[in-house]
């Protein structure tokens, strides 16, 4: 059983193989489990995107996805995420996706529950299938990470991605500066790359990789901050056409049109935006398939036919 | 790749072919795309009926439906309409379904993305499978439209039916009248029929077409004159024994009982209400079989390989 | 077609054949209907373990489920629970699953609708596959009723199993008793058992049937009663070690850990907690295919070409 929490936990050649796995994906192999097999998607924050990509690569692998809304639940009634994880096994679900609002929701789950978890996202944490999309967007475009250079733009500090993806980018060989407003940049990333003043990062990048703003978090600064932060920091069109011959432009989405990019960029011929959604799919097939491959036929947490020894 | 937005748009051909083919699926025909396909059914207004008529349509024609859940998605982070849709196309869903509460919601997405949009209801403007199902029901009953005499009774300036059945009605060869609360009569409604008075209408119309009263938007009349509008305009016992040997009533539902139909007439020998729910199915698996047949093979509006041209 | 809407229905070869079936599902029997067969799940409260564990039976006859959200239906609309299963029997749907918060909902539906209806919980009154799942894992433990002593501890009064449970129990042969605070306790429960002081129940019983308290019902009590509770009718660590070898404990769950029972105790060697999840999956694939079995072929409450017989 193997589950993916944090990108950080992958060695180098295990995101080899999922990248390779989900170049084979994308060139439409396909690969389905030998038995009926039953995944959930337990999604506590909305969310589109990320539902809706695992949904679509779980049927692609011929997956019975059990619906589980979490505003009919009995999570309503106290119950712990642990017993609802517990109860999905003992129904004879095979792997559940878990996003969730708490950073490292999954601590209290590992060596507790025996299918594979897959994290769709944590707090601020970490969202590795984001990162490996994010991977695999970079790997398809320059054929390798070695010496590509990707700026990381925006609120660093609340981004689940921004830190797991320079983790592995400087792993894979890559080259990483941060840059967006200097008081959202956080020292701790001084160890993946520097900051660098906007106009050049833009300038000298090979991936220019914007995050989002997380308006929930800035609530306080409201609209008029948003067209100034575009001013200041977003990929206008004037900054657009600074960038190099080649370079590539990448955003984890939703988009917030004209804060972080122009509204007239969001779908230009650099823009990698809508690819990466559809690697996305490809992606999580890998991470999916990896996962399930290894399981050992219908084990469940529960002895089947529990019962007590008798005492002759 | 055919959509379906009004029924304006479709010529009477369009319609004798969608008709033929519900007929067939309505006898046991299948038929289903060659490649696994994806769906998803994106109402933003509540519905029982219209959505889960889709989905059993999608599900006999061996579909894969992709749920989308309004409460739990990005756009409760403002994401856009048009963004919502792109990012399904992106990541591999062949066609979507669409009920919206704005008029004409789908302006903004016609010819800006490539798979076949459906639409399920717009505000108080288009129906076009409910418009659909109608029709299959009067022609299964009378064989055909030349002279039949259609009775539209009740909320006609609010019914997102009223002016496509009628529009498309007259086209096909029936007599189209309206009765009702004259005050909720529309002079644009006058190049399709004219005006009767209601007892007039119900003893003379081969279908009593009556629409739902939609108490959501005349609140303030309150229940007593629910049951005056049923002295006044509704089916009422008395008014279903003067209605013509052989002629039917059809209501769109869901009834408000004892208001615009006596309860006791809702499954009575000339109701054909709970036949136009399965009629739906079957017209739907003909609009989405129609969509989907003339789709080229795995279509994506993100070039496959999408990369930067080498410069060398 | 066979409808289950309460145990107390069932005869004692009902249960046994029911029972039967599960144990060979358990064991990796296959069944499914020779058609494409449509089920749909109507759930007016909130639930994780029941709902999705249908959900799980459901896909493993190869059933075809259509989603239904009451919080996204006509429901909202004021439409009848009436209206809402005709509709979902006229689009074509096989079989209804029903939870819902009025005591035996199911009154008017019964011969309206041609469908079978699955009670999967009305009110305080009945849940008959609860019941079931129960005696399917006192049948594996003890492998069978005679003789075997159950103790029901708890809110007697206001659960949904405690009576039924009783009841079926009863009529196979054993033995049942009821304990927790005496306030609870019913009059009406003496036709099925005693009350027993709560040390003497755990000391004695084969069986120690924990029912979940319900908080949302007791709320005035607060945190504080519910410390006292376990204490005074709770299974504490110490009660435990007093049960007698080769007994077991059940329970409904969710769990209030520390309420109903010490938190180190719920997946102690004893419990069947999980067990009886598992089990459910068993038993609800034999209860659907019970119903489905003997289902003439495609009949539908509407006829097929429904129409006015021509007058000659």
Redesign the interface.
Known sequence: MRQLLTTTELTIDDIHEILSDAEEF?EGKIWRPNK?T?V?NL?FE????T???F??AE??LGL?V??????????????TLY??V????????NAVVIRHNKDRYFDELVDRVQIPLINAGDGCGHHPTQSLLDLLTIK??FGGFNGVKVAIIGDIRHSRVARSNADALVRLGAEVVFSGPEEWFDESLLEYGHYEEIDFAIRTADVVMLLRIQ??RHESKGFKSASKYHEAFGLTEAREKTMK??S?IMHP????RNVEIADSLVEC??S?I??Q??N??YVRMAVLKRSLEKQEGGK???I?????T??Y
């Not at 059990?66 to 119950?79: A, H, M, N, Q, R």
Request: hydrophobic share 30%; glycine share 6%.
């Open positions: 994308a009926q039953f959930s999604f909305p969310s589109t995107r539902k809706c990509s949904e679509l049927r692609k019975e059990i619906p589980f809304e979490v505003s009919t639940s009995s999570v309503l009634k106290g119950e017993d609802t517990r109860t999905l096994e003992s129904i004879g679900v398809q475009e308006h929930e011959y080649g590539i989405a939703p988009v917030n011929e650099r990698r809508f690819k959604m559809q996305g799919v469940v947490n529960v089947n036919h529990q019962k007590w008798v005492a």
